[in-house]
């Protein structure tokens, strides 16, 4: 299980990205500042907030050794701070000027890619601080960035939908249409996937975008075979735009944000939901796993950052014991019967069960005229066409009840009456 231990209100506006190193929790945000915390007691550091950018600062991240954090933002920048003493260490300006949206360390920490609202990309030498490579990308803003563990290649996504693969001198290896509506984060998992039959090493990536969904892909490269992009699956469990996705440091899970305020954690061989996590009161911009034990940061447009510890248990377990309790409908909580609206496409419903606090118990107990009185959902059923042309009309009122629609968006009847039907033959035998 998991379970929220700490909350972070520092920041006086939007949390844009969060950060783990071994040792240490870094913020950034819409306030123009980064925060540092001491992982062990969440205490901000001597040295915190650091200072530097003129605008919003949109990303951070730290070196592996996590001696250095770097930062990016509006302002054109990307800078470069020492974690023990806060002093800045360099401010590498990129090229065009353009607003910097995305910033991440090779895995050996000789290199820094920044990725600009202009769709330029920059690759940095970290020893001496100058541009090594400038490349860009066709359309749109680059927004997400990341390496490969192994460090031969990293993936860049676009607000249009792209993602570009690129090699260690920067050469396009690769670019496709990967959601339709934008990009907004992508990560790869640490941890390698092993090919039974040809012995090849792959690597999991993951995408998320304005599409509500969250991608899986299969990466793998070497310089006798080339480079292959596969895409595996898609996790649909949000129930709107997903601006966030990290894998965990061991690779079984895989955690996400949403535009719905909601955090998923999945099991990435399952590819099943372990937890939803509904603490934020606004969307969730970004979500991080330490990287040497059990936490979670998640951030939002709330302004706090929600600090999230696990049990000490597999993803297996937990996925166990999750599946158990979902047997009885009754003892299902809130977020579970959110989770089981998207599941049967009555996304549209989850704010007004959400808002009238409906559990497994009470969803039991709905009736008809429950739905209409205290729910305010109009409860009865017309014909596609003539509500369309009802509503046309500028028409605003049940056609029954005469009350205000909270919603004109048209969800089938038949959806729930043949989703509660199945439910009923499940449990009620």
Request: net charge negative.
């Amino acid at each position: 299980m998991v379970k929220l231990i700490h909350t972070l209100a520092d920041h006086g506006d939007d949390v844009n990205c969060c950060a783990f190193s071994s040792s240490l929790l870094a913020t950034c945000s819409l306030d123009k500042t980064i925060r540092l915390y001491s992982l062990s007691d969440f205490t901000e550091l001597p040295h915190s907030p650091l200072k530097l950018h003129t605008y919003a600062v949109h990303c951070c991240c730290f070196s592996p050794s996590g001696h250095i954090l770097a930062s990016c933002s509006t302002d054109g920048t990307t800078v470069l701070w020492n974690t023990q003493n806060g002093e800045p260490l360099a401010v590498m300006e990129q090229p065009s000027g353009s607003p910097v949206r995305v910033c991440q360390f090779s895995p050996d920490s000789t290199c820094l890619v920044s990725g600009a609202a202009d769709g330029t990309v920059v690759l940095w030498n970290t020893q001496s601080y100058k541009l090594y490579r400038c490349g860009s990308v066709k359309d749109g803003s680059l927004v997400a960035c990341a390496f490969s563990p192994d460090g031969n290649l990293f993936v860049t996504g676009s607000s249009c939908g792209d993602l570009t693969v690129w090699d260690d001198k920067m050469r396009c290896l690769h670019s496709e249409k990967a959601h339709d509506l934008g990009i907004t984060c992508c990560d790869f998992s640490s941890q390698p996937v092993s090919d039974g039959e040809q012995g090849l090493q792959y690597f999991r990536l993951a995408s998320c975008g304005q599409d509500c969904q969250i991608k899986i892909w299969v990466v793998s490269f070497t310089h006798i075979l080339g480079f292959e992009l596969k895409y595996k699956s898609t996790l649909s469990g949000h129930c709107a735009p997903v601006l966030a996705c990290a894998f965990s440091h061991n690779g079984q899970m895989l955690v996400s944000g949403s535009v719905d305020k909601s955090v998923i954690v999945y099991d990435t061989n399952t590819e099943n939901i372990l937890h939803t996590l509904t603490q934020h009161t606004r969307y969730v911009t970004t979500c991080a796993f330490a990287p040497n034990i059990l936490l979670l940061a998640t951030g939002s447009m709330d302004k706090t950052v929600n600090i999230w510890q696990f049990d000490l248990e597999t993803p297996c377990q937990a996925r166990s014991t999750e599946d158990e309790a979902k047997q009885f409908p009754e003892d299902w909580s809130e977020d579970d019967v959110s989770v089981w609206l998207c599941a049967q496409g009555l996304n549209d419903l989850v704010g007004i069960f959400k808002m009238n606090n409906i559990d497994g118990r009470e969803l039991l107990n709905l009736t008809k005229e429950s739905l209409a009185d205290d729910l305010k959902i109009d409860g009865y059923s017309y014909e596609k066409e003539a509500m369309e042309n009802w509503i046309s009309k500028k028409k605003r009122t049940s056609p029954m009840t005469n009350l205000v629609l909270p919603s004109v968006v048209l969800t089938p009847n038949r959806t729930l009456k043949m989703a509660i039907s199945r439910w009923l033959e499940t449990h009620q035998k």
